[in-house]
């Protein structure tokens, strides 16, 4: 590791702490993602074999780059390309009128964090309902499903969508139970005629209240009718009926001409 200058620390979680660092050979600015291995009984710790293991399988423009793994010192460092900045902060220092959109077109757009993610084929295998962070988590899996596809990643990239309009979070909730009743209170709360199967799940309740469907207008204002469009097929309750990750990108919404700022949003940045 004595090739690495270490910058500043940029990110902490569970199981280590981020730097931004610099090789002092080349000087190519790196993230080393630094992982503890001596509170670990098993060795090194699941989600950075699984991180590992997925990313030297996953090679992709839209995806972040692993150079390097190395082990010093009773800790692992997973050394990945450097990104400026995520996506919560470029959000947080632009107009809420402008989606970052053309990011999206140059694939500027990377993914990364992939400690809890999960390889995906058929048959479909059974799957723990303790994953995505509750604000985003898709309600096939509030309801106690454990076979379950990447439709529940199309979920969250609606409530991600939903924010990056509104600056708000789609369905704020503290616990499953309220998280759920937030996605029925905007969406209606589903039934055999909505979405087919939905009273087998685990934990379904008969007993839910009944809400009805409000309208987009009352969710996104604010936005065109295609990106409505997109929202509504992003987020359907049922998965079956959920939009495809590739029908998605091929939607309209991304071939569109943007809308104007108005005036008023132009006003407010210089008000601020």
């Known amino acids: 590791m004595d090739v690495f200058q270490k910058v500043e620390k940029i990110g902490e979680g569970t199981y280590g702490v981020v730097y931004k660092a610099k090789n002092k050979e080349t000087g190519q600015l790196v993230a080393l993602k630094k992982i503890r291995l001596d509170l670990e009984t098993e060795g090194v710790p699941s989600t950075a074999i699984r991180e590992i293991s997925l990313l030297k399988e996953l090679k992709h423009p839209n995806i972040v780059r692993l150079l390097d793994v190395v082990h010093s010192e009773k800790k692992l460092y997973l050394v990945f390309e450097f990104l400026s900045q995520d996506l919560k902060k470029y959000m947080d220092s632009t107009l809420a009128s402008e989606l970052p959109l053309h990011l999206v077109k140059l694939g500027a757009i990377k993914l990364a964090d992939f400690g809890l993610a999960r390889a995906f084929g058929v048959p479909l295998r059974t799957y723990t309902h303790e994953v995505v962070t509750l604000w985003y988590r898709a309600p096939e899996i509030l309801l106690g499903s454990k076979f379950y596809s990447t439709a529940v990643d199309v979920w969250s990239i609606g409530c991600i969508f939903a924010e990056m309009v509104t600056r708000r979070a789609l369905f704020p909730g503290d616990s499953e139970i309220d998280q759920l009743f937030r996605i029925f209170r ?87």
């Open 186 to 272: 905007t969406l209606g709360t589903p039934s055999e005629a909505t979405w087919p199967g939905v009273t087998q799940l685990p934990d379904y309740k008969g007993s839910f209240p009944k809400w009805t469907r409000k309208g987009l207008e009352e969710i996104v204002p604010n936005l065109e009718p295609a990106g409505k469009d997109l929202l509504m097929k992003l987020l359907q309750c049922d998965p079956s009926r959920r939009i495809s990750a590739k029908a998605a990108l091929a939607h309209p919404y991304f071939s569109a001409e943007p809308s104007p700022v108005p005036r008023q949003c132009v006003l407010e940045r210089f008000c601020r």
